[in-house]
């Protein structure tokens, strides 16, 4: 007699798995840079710039951007700047998208500074200037008083964020401003010795990031002589 097998009943089919969420941690979205980024303001509006991936290049988010050439007042037509840790150098082409007359970037990855040049070449952005080398190097060397805008951005590792206060605070002229980008907030105390105040800070994420003024020890030290109150600070 023939053998005929029987057939093998079917397996069930298997129910389609829930779709798993991927929950970034909080508060680490500067540490995966994107793909590219856009200049959000002025003639350069909307021109993109590549972020490549290398280690601790942390580009500055849109939102604090946003916030910190609002704090400026946007137009800076005249301004002389310095990028002394620019990276992309997002904040640097920001500047000059602005109508800032000259603008230093410095840069010493050799890759980055390549694409700043050809970022420059592509936007025409003559007040552009750019430098490989040090940055704080760069900054000592500038005259005393000679800049309206220092962007600090250095790497959150660096031992280099009191040394470049310092500088940034000689290079600026009495109504200077310093922008600074930390992974923790800095105190006017501890900027004071430096020859700086708090103006503006806030915070996205991980990043403290600040607008910082030149100090007058005079201003800030002598009382009003009738009222007792000390100048710029807020009636109680």
Known sequence: MKYTPKPTPAEPAA??????????PKGTAHLQPPGEIRIIGGQFRRSKITVPSLPGLRPTPDRVRETLFN???QDLTGWRCADVFAGTGVLGFEAASRGAADVLLCEQEPALVAQLKAVQARLKASAVRIERGDGLSA????????LQLVLLDPPFDSSAFESALGAAARAIGPTGMVYLEAPRAWSDEELAPLGLKIHRSAKAGAVHFHLLAKRDPASDAAPDAASGAVPGALPA
């Open 15 to 24: 129910k389609p798995s829930a779709k798993l969420k991927t929950v970034k």
């Open 139 to 146: 900054l000592k060397r500038l005259d005393a008083g000679s």
């Open 71 to 73: 704090w400026l007042g």
